[in-house]
Structures are given as C-alpha cells and as structure tokens.
C-alpha cells in the first residue's frame, strides 16, 4: 500500500513538473502574439515580407529540427531545452534593435534554431519521465490539460504585451527575451529524472552519433506508414493555416483602428475558444478508435469557419465569431493529434521523430505563408482566408484513412523481431 501511494506520488509530481515547465516557456513566448506582424508592418514590410520572415523561420526549422531533435535524444532533453531558450533570448534582443529586412531574417533564423532545440524536449523528457515511472493511462487528457495550461500562459502575456506595444511597439521583445532567461533556469532546475542515456558519447562522437540518429529517425518516420501520414496531414493544415496566424491581426487592428490593445483581447478571446475546445476534450470518454473520426471532423469545422470568416471578412465582428468556433475545433483537435502522435514511438527515438513530424510542418508552413502573402497582397486577407479553408479540408480525409491501424511504437517492432 505505501509502495502504491509513492509510486503515485512521483507520477503526480512529474506532472507538476511537466506542466511547471510547459508554463513558464509558453508565457515567455506569448508577449509577441498579436503583436508580431504589426510590428514587423510598422517597420515598413509587405504582407508578402511579414509572411517571408516566418516563412524563413520555419526553412530554419526544416534544417535543423531534426538534426537537434537527435541532439536531444543522444546528449539530454534538458541541455537542449537550456541551448534553445538561450538561442531564444539573443534573436529577441537583435529583433528589438532591427530596423531593415534582412536584419530581421537574421533574427528569425536564431529564433528558429532555438526554438528546434526546445521542439519536443519538453514532451520526449515528461513522456519518457512519466513512462519510466508506470504512468500507463491514455495520454489524450494530460495533453488536453498542457494546451489549456499553455493557452492560458500566452493568453496572460499576450494582453500585456499588447497593452505595452501600445505604449513602445518594441519592447514586447525585451519582455519575451526575459521571459526565455526565466525558463531557460526553471527548465534547467525541473528537467530532471531523465532516463539514463544507454550509451555514454564522448564529444569528439557526438556529431557521428547524431548523424546516425537522424538518418534512422527519418527512415523510421518514412517506414511507419501512420507516423508519415499523421505528419503529411500536420503539413496541409499547417499550409492553410500558417498565413492567418500572421493576418487576423493585421485586419483587425486596421478595421478596429482603437489601438494595439484590442489585438490583445482578440486573441484572448480566440485563446479561450481553444481552451474549451480542449476541455471538451477532457470531457468526452477516450477512445483510441473514435479519435480518427473525431480529428476529422474537427478539421472540417474548422475549415468551414475559416472560410466563413474570410467570406464576411467586411463585418468583422460576425467574422471574429467564425473565427472564435475555428479556434474551439482546433483546440479540442491539437491534444488529440498530439497524443495519437505521441503513441506511435518508443522512447529512443521520441525527441528525433517529433522533429521528424514538426519537418513536416515547416514544409507546409514555408509554402503556405509565402502564397498566402501573395495573394493577400493581390487580393485581401479575407480571400485568402477562404483559399486556406478550402486547403485545409485536404487533410480530414487522410486523418479518416489511417483510423484501423494499430498504435505499433516505431523501434518497438523491430526490437521485438
């Protein structure tokens, strides 16, 4: 009896810990949301620029992401993490003193490649910690649990940064650079109980080792045909959707036209739309074969009302509430995703193969915002808002077509052979 209670216990305080962490690095990274693209447009950028920027970022994610996710596999998810958030604090202080584009290009890849050494060490360290530990419940509702925790970081620092922003549109960065330094120490104090490594990597192998990790993570994403799916599918909404991350709030600043403030209300709003998407999540009973149907029909809502939303694009309160039903889909679709992803792969090579998904992503995302900044600037936001919705209705059909397949850990089969 007292073995359970302490076996418990740990459970509940790497839980903690997890959620801990997942906390202080979505706050640290939440001051530029909704400030980001009207800054970059208050520096003298196009659409097509602002669009370019991240499209840059996300070039310096498909590079690097897995090539660090393997980093994170051979040498510790915690390193990584503390690399990254450092990566993070230079880029946003040369974002705070830019003023010409390809300054800002330069920053944007600094970011990316901190942000690839932070992607996925926070869920391949609280997976494995929890793993290793005996938690052997379904994952959909600790998952469901970090995106409202993460959602409810951006959204608090969000709103200051929108209100600071209207004060000095640049000091936003000051606040994320700190931010990052906070959950560079909090990550570096909490991340700990990582699994053993099983090979000890003197330094002059470590580039040899991650080599070798990266070609067998891609191969193993390219072998399991559910993992490679999931990704392929990560990509097309990741296309549709990215440009929009960076237009509602370029129009609904200008429509408004009361301050920078308002952006920072908005995407409250639009942040607890997800939250309860993601409560409803927890409340519905999990089931593993029910989640394909589920994720498709959430990304089918959630294409209908970003289409709607650019269909009456010149009302944009009736357009801000398509957009709050878009968001109430796809937060209760992201815990789902994540964790049906997340049942695929063993421990080794977790880190590698959600880089291996988020490579994807980049893809997707790089394409998609430099055409959307096309033809926003061709044709308007709200036509490319409905461009992305038609887009984004690609992939319910792939999620529906892998729903039989069993949840066979990839690197599990062929230890068993």
């Not at 994170?72 to 974002?95: C, E, K, M, Q």
């Not at 036509?383 to 792939?398: C, K, N, Y």
Request: hydrophobic share 55%; proline share 3%.
């Amino acid at each position: 009896m007292e073995a359970a209670v302490k076996h418990e216990a740990k459970i509940r305080g790497i839980i903690r810990r997890y959620y801990a962490v997942w906390w202080i690095y979505s706050f640290a990274g939440g001051f530029l949301f909704g400030v980001y693209p009207i800054f970059l447009k208050s520096r003298g950028l196009t659409q097509f620029e602002i669009n370019s920027v991240l499209a840059t970022y996300f070039v310096v994610l498909f590079f690097t992401d897995v090539p660090t996710g393997a980093f994170a596999d051979a040498l510790g998810r915690r390193r990584s993490f503390v690399a990254g958030t450092l990566l993070r604090v230079t880029a946003f202080i040369v974002y705070f003193f830019a003023h010409r584009y390809f300054v800002f290009l330069i920053a944007e890849s600094i970011d990316g490649i901190g942000t690839t050494f932070c992607n996925g060490a926070i869920d391949a360290w609280g997976v494995d910690a929890l793993d290793e530990a005996g938690y052997d419940d379904v994952k959909d509702r600790l998952f469901s649990r970090i995106s409202q925790i993460s959602s409810a970081a951006f959204m608090g620092s969000a709103m200051i940064g929108a209100y600071v922003a209207d004060v000095n549109i640049a000091w936003p960065w000051l606040l994320g650079a700190s931010g990052f330094l906070m959950s560079c120490a909090i990550g570096a104090t909490l991340m700990h109980d990582e699994k053993p490594r099983a090979v000890q990597i003197e330094f002059r192998a470590i580039p040899k080792h991650i080599a070798g990790q990266v070609r067998d993570g891609v191969r193993a994403g390219f072998q399991a045909e559910t993992v490679l799916w999931l990704s392929v599918a990560g990509a097309i909404t990741f296309a549709a959707w990215a440009p929009y991350w960076l237009e509602w709030p370029i129009m609904f600043n200008e429509r408004f036209n009361i301050g920078v403030w308002i952006v920072g209300w908005i995407y409250c709003g639009l942040t607890i739309a997800r939250m309860i998407g993601a409560e409803v999540m927890i409340r519905i009973a999990a089931d593993e074969y029910l989640r394909a149907g589920r994720v498709s029909m959430l990304i089918i809502a959630a294409s209908i009302m970003l289409f709607a939303a650019g269909l009456f694009g010149h009302r944009p309160v009736l357009s801000l509430a398509m957009l709050f039903v878009m968001n109430v889909a796809t937060g209760g679709m992201q815990p789902l995703v994540q964790s049906w992803f997340n049942e695929q792969i063993e421990s080794s090579q977790r880190a590698t193969l959600l880089s291996f998904s988020s490579t994807f992503q980049t893809i997707g995302g790089s394409a998609g915002l430099l055409l959307g900044g096309v033809v926003a600037d061709a044709s308007g936001i709200p036509f490319e808002w409905q461009m992305a919705g038609l887009i984004s209705l690609i992939a319910a059909p792939i999620y529906w077509s892998i729903r039989s397949r069993p949840a066979i850990p990839v690197g599990a089969a062929s230890t068993a052979e």
